[in-house]
T-cell receptor
Framework: EDQVTQSPEALRLQEGESSSLNCSYT??????LFWYRQDPGKGPEFLFT???AGEEKEKERLKATLTKKESFLHITAPKPEDSATYLC????????????FGSGTRLSIRP | GAVVSQHPSWVICKSGTSVKIECRSL??????MFWYRQFPKQSLMLMAT?????????EQGVEKDKFLINHASLTLSTLTVTSAHPEDSSFYIC??????????????FGPGTRLTVL
């Protein structure tokens, strides 16, 4: 069964303190792995799509990497406005367009 | 680009009434749209996949007759919650799939609709 596990569940950092969020997955043929950011009461905002192991993508203070079993979202020198829930999702080769979400990591950045 | 809107953003209704939620892709055409439900502090749960011009595909455990989905055009899908009850109160989010020439299609999400059934 396709599955996505994110850790930690919650993470509190001081402004400027870099860290990483983990997304472990088991899927029958990875078609794509997605990272989204979700603010309270809003829909998810697209960040990255990764397709194959070894791929990396960056956007401002965020960098996403992918291996055959997991993905990391690295946050460098975060600011309070980076506080949000970060969601990881995978799309399997066998499931057409359907994507499966992890439970998310709630990130809080203290000024 | 890739903007998805939902209307209304919130709705309060009485038990037993029906509520319609609209999802529009504003600057692209989407042959496939998705409807999700999200309870407080939980992740998104897929309810159904909506394809333009054909019947929606519902996930296991989702009642087809209760959650009616219509995808009449390449930019509009609607979700109607029929005979709503308090347990249907939730945050409903739609997404639209933007086709690319790459390996997969990315889903772009709407801002969500908060439904409260009294």
């Amino acid at each position: 069964e396709d599955q996505v596990t994110q850790s930690p569940e919650a993470l509190r950092l001081q402004e400027g303190e870099s860290s990483s969020l983990n997304c472990s997955y088991t899927v029958s043929g990875l078609r794509g792995l997605f990272w989204y950011r979700q603010d309270p009461g809003k829909g998810p905002e697209f960040l990255f799509t990764l397709y194959s192991a070894g791929e990396e993508k960056e956007k401002e203070r965020l960098k996403a990497t992918l291996t055959k079993k997991e993905s990391f979202l690295h946050i460098t020198a975060p600011k309070p406005e980076d506080s949000a829930t970060y969601l990881c999702a995978v799309q399997a080769s066998s499931s057409a367009s359907k994507i499966i979400f992890g439970s998310g990591t709630r990130l809080s950045i203290r000024p | 680009g890739a903007v998805v809107s939902q209307h209304p953003s919130w709705v309060i209704c009485k038990s037993g009434t029906s509520v319609k939620i609209e999802c529009r892709s504003l600057d692209f055409q989407a042959t496939t749209m998705f409807w999700y439900r999200q309870f407080p502090k939980q992740s998104l749960m897929l309810m159904a996949t909506s394809n333009e011009g054909s019947k929606a595909t519902y996930e296991q455990g989702v009642e087809k007759d209760k959650f009616l989905i219509n995808h009449a055009s390449l930019t509009l899908s609607t979700l109607t919650v029929t005979s709503a009850h308090p347990e249907d109160s939730s945050f409903y989010i739609c997404s639209a799939e933007m086709g690319t020439s790459g390996n997969t299609d990315t889903q772009y999400f709407g801002p969500g609709t908060r439904l409260t059934v009294l």
